[in-house]
């Protein structure tokens, strides 16, 4: 797959997308491209988006106001993600700014592992 980027724009496959925030990681999977825009200056929290090789937006990180584990809701995510690592060929790991993290499948943004057990004997500030 072809794909450059500067400042908010993504060319992938001779087609143009422009995003609201700059982009500044890009990982590959087969098909599709995980995307990471600045979180500093971000106009979302949700600032992960998985973009297709028509570059077609086909999902962006869902908004997680409360999270559960073990029956108990607690205070969802509420900071912009600040790193993605891949992990397999079909998964990655977000990292938000408060350290919360937990993995996702690339192809649709879905929720793998759940994101209060990174939260686990940690301190709540």
């Known amino acids: 797959m072809n794909y450059n980027f500067e400042n908010n724009i993504l060319e992938i ?3 143009r997308i422009e995003l609201n ?3 500044k990681e890009v990982i590959e999977f087969d098909g599709i491209l995980v995307i990471r825009t600045d979180y500093f200056e ?3 929290n949700e600032n ?4 297709n090789i ?3 937006i086909e999902w962006q990180i869902k908004k997680m106001t409360k999270l559960t584990h073990n029956g108990i ?3 969802g995510i509420s900071e912009p993600y600040t790193s993605i690592m891949k992990l397999t060929e079909k998964t990655l790991k977000l990292i938000n700014w408060d350290s919360t993290n937990f993995e996702i499948y690339a192809k649709t943004g879905e929720i793998k592992t759940n ?3 990174s939260r686990i004997g940690k301190r709540s500030w």
Do not use: A, R, V, W
Not at 48 to 51: A, L
């Open 115 to 117: 994101p209060m057990l």
């Open 48 to 51: 992960i988006y998985g973009i």
């Open 73 to 75: 809701e607690y205070n």
């Open 42 to 44: 971000s106009t979302t």
């Open 13 to 15: 496959n001779n087609q």
């Open 21 to 23: 925030d700059e982009i």
């Open 54 to 56: 028509y570059g077609k």
